[in-house]
């Protein structure tokens, strides 16, 4: 039998991106923020009423909004910016060629909390807590009528996401894919985590040694990968995927492994897939939630992948919060415009390096004299590891 | 809401709402022992069902623990649990 | 092109339950993981004499967590608030996770809301590229009375597997092949009723 041979698959670069997030509305938002180091991070006051361990969150809705389908209203402004931006690649192919993934963990569970409390909520916000019709109505608003799914691998949805939007173009099912990621902040999250004591009452400090928990987030995050082929030329060099990694720790059901062996599988995978060194990577953008366990873990990930050698390694979450079934999207989103601006993002949040943590940790922003390979990670509650690695061709 | 609870904690009943609160199977009262450990070997407990057991003791006797620290010892064994669970409630 | 063939099918519903002996904390778990976790079972496969780092575990979840989620959020008012253990398993990929440790499958995973027909195609696709040598495929319909209200929907729990493996010896899995019963039926068509569909 002949093997399948990876020289056969096309490159799949991404054709454009979209974010609202706790930074703003917009790519652009981002950009400002990755430069800037700020933080997205408040106290909200809808979640301040002593019930949860923290109200501290990354929110781009400060009220709730009165909308009754924050999942979908996240998840299409950020369509709706990732379309305009690979409008040209997206209008040089069929809609049957569109493709359409999802990524969610909780998709708009705001229906299940008004319902249970007896309050207004539409026919439209009900039908989305269904993370299939969410996807088909969203893949319809914009034009794919190719396969839709939707990933639901709990924090690592996004990056699978990713992973299989690559798929399907690889394996000729679309010629460009819709990735999109959204979780919106809910009383049904925070009051889980909180029940978890998983919560830091000071907002989230990714690999410091004080850190005591995550700071949960809301985004809606979108990344449009097409077939190499379909772009042109002329414009600039696009970022690509050049790998995926993918695995399960099988040791506890919220738990990571101590020793962080899932973890560093995924990303050897991932590193193999893209033909690439460990050394040849420029950054690493962590999962980096900031709960000891989860930064311990990635840290002997880590260090079991790069020895002493790691590459310049960074969190997010300081800045966004923990985006769940987003996350994976727009912190890919945030690695595309470091590699544009050759900018190594900072670590919000982090002021004092755990003992452990990697001595390439990037506290505050800063040049990079070269971004072509980068690594992003991820990993969820059920044991899941993603890793990708994008590079310019 | 008041809530009176009795001042001695039968370890029997804690039994029962410690394999009524985790949903063990195939575990009776009986089968647990009093001084054996609740977490590691012996029953082989995690930190999620440590989380739970808190959430039970404030649900069933009214006791609040607020950071998980405070309540390890407490929930080394049966024994340990229902003695914590009586100076709890002596102490109100 | 290596071949995809299915080496175990099953279907298991809620009746089985009363008849599993899966251990002391089988209880602790959802509905969802519960069926999930005893179709793998009773597909009876020895993962020990494999390597586990290369088999998949992919689910297909028509309805999500919702079941769980509606009876964890039931929680919110209670002394002592929602269960923590119940949160846990408002993710439909925390049944990938307890299959995953029961059997220590280390491989890739897949965690779909939707049906067979998305299902099938991946696991084929993770076979066909070498990621995996084999993947337990696994798709629910887990949608209790409640849940049913929600989202209008009849209730029902049954759970579909099937074991997918690179190689000759078993039914061939084909394009044509996009709903788990089916693939049951083809299998157990020419074998005894013991791993086969009701």
Redesign the interface.
């Known amino acids: 039998m002949p093997d399948l041979d990876q020289r056969d698959f096309p490159d799949v670069v991404i054709a454009g991106c979209g974010a609202t997030s706790a930074v703003g509305v917009g790519v652009e938002a981002l950009r400002t923020a990755m430069r800037t180091g700020a933080s997205g991070l408040r106290k909200c006051e809808r979640f301040n009423d002593g019930r949860f361990q923290s109200s501290i969150v990354g929110a781009v809705f400060q009220n709730g909004d009165g909308d009754d389908d924050p999942a979908y209203e996240l998840a299409n402004q950020a369509l709706r910016e990732a379309c305009e931006q690979g409008r040209d690649v997206l209008q040089s192919i069929t809609p049957d060629r569109i493709g359409f993934v999802l990524a969610t963990t909780k998709a708009n569970i705001e229906a299940l909390e008004r319902l249970s409390d007896g309050r207004d909520c539409s026919e439209m916000a009900r039908r989305h807590l269904q993370g299939d019709l969410l996807a088909a109505d969203l893949a319809a608003a914009h034009g794919a009528k190719g396969p839709v799914q939707c990933v639901s691998n709990a924090c690592a949805s996004g990056l699978i996401a990713i992973q299989q939007g690559s798929r399907l173009i690889q394996r000729g099912a679309a010629d460009a894919a819709l990735v999109a990621g959204v979780d919106h902040l809910s009383a049904f999250v925070m009051a889980g985590f909180s029940a978890l004591k998983a919560l830091d009452p000071a907002g989230c400090r990714p690999f410091d040694r004080d850190r005591a928990g995550l700071s949960p987030g809301e985004a809606g995050a979108t990344i449009i990968l097409a077939r190499k082929s379909l772009i042109q030329e002329s414009t600039n060099p696009q970022i690509q995927v050049l790998g995926w990694g993918n695995s399960n720790d099988a040791n506890h059901i919220t738990g990571p492994s101590r020793d962080g062996s899932g973890l560093a599988a995924a990303i050897r995978s991932a590193l193999s897939l893209a033909k690439a060194d460990p050394q040849e990577l420029d950054y690493i953008n962590a999962h980096g939630t900031g709960t000891p366990f989860n930064d311990a873990m990635e840290s002997a990930a880590l260090r079991s992948v790069f020895g002493d050698s790691c590459p310049p390694v960074s969190g997010s979450k300081g800045m966004l919060g923990h985006t769940l079934g987003a996350a994976g999207v727009v912190e890919t989103i945030l690695c595309v415009l470091a590699m544009q601006e050759r900018c190594l993002p900072g670590t919000p949040g982090l002021k004092l390096a755990a003992e452990g943590a990697p001595s390439s940790l990037v506290r505050e922003a800063r040049r990079a004299n070269r971004m072509n390979r980068v690594l992003k990670v991820n990993t969820g509650f059920g044991g899941i590891n993603g890793a990708i690695v994008l590079g310019y061709g | 809401m008041d809530h009176t609870f009795d001042m001695h904690v039968s370890t029997n009943e804690l039994k029962t709402k410690i394999i009524e609160s985790l949903r063990l199977q195939e575990v009776t009262p009986e089968q647990i022992e009093d001084d054996a450990p609740l977490f590691g070997t012996g029953l082989g407990l995690d930190s999620i069902d440590a989380l739970e057991l808190v959430v039970m003791l404030e649900k069933h006797y009214g006791i609040v623990i607020k950071d998980i620290e405070e309540g390890r010892p407490a929930l080394r064994s049966v024994r340990t649990l229902a003695e914590f669970i009586e100076a709890k409630q002596t102490a109100k | 092109?290596?071949k995809v063939v299915v080496a175990a099918a099953g279907i298991v519903t809620e009746a089985d339950l009363s008849t599993a002996?899966?251990?002391?904390?089988?209880?602790?778990m959802d509905l969802l993981s519960q069926l999930a976790l005893l179709a793998v079972e009773r597909l009876g496969i020895n993962f020990e004499k494999m390597d586990?780092?290369r088999i998949g575990?992919c689910l297909a979840?028509?309805?999500?967590s919702?079941p769980t989620?509606?009876e964890?959020?039931?929680g919110?008012k209670?002394?002592?608030?929602?269960?923590?253990?119940l949160?846990?398993y408002?993710?439909?990929?925390?049944?990938?996770?307890?299959i995953?440790?029961r059997?220590?499958?280390?491989?890739?995973?897949?965690?779909?809301?939707?049906?067979d027909a998305?299902l099938l195609?991946?696991a084929r696709?993770l076979i066909?590229?070498?990621?995996v040598d084999g993947c337990v495929c696994v798709a629910c319909d887990v949608i209790t009375t409640a849940a049913s209200e929600?989202?209008r929907v009849q209730p029902k729990a049954q759970v579909r597997a099937v074991f997918l493996v690179r190689g000759t010896n078993g039914v061939a899995l084909e394009e044509k092949h996009r709903d788990m019963e089916s693939v049951c039926a083809l299998v157990c068509a020419g074998e005894s009723a013991r791993n086969c569909a009701r």
Request: proline share 7%; aromatic share 8%; with cysteine.
């Open positions: 092109m290596a002996k899966m251990g002391s904390r089988f209880g602790r586990r780092s575990v979840v028509s309805a999500g919702l989620d509606i964890y959020w039931k919110r209670e002394i002592g608030g929602p269960s923590p253990t949160f846990a408002t993710l439909p990929s925390s049944a990938i996770g307890e995953a440790i059997y220590r499958l280390t491989g890739p995973n897949l965690c779909f809301v939707g049906t998305t195609p991946e696709d066909e590229r070498k990621e929600l989202i």
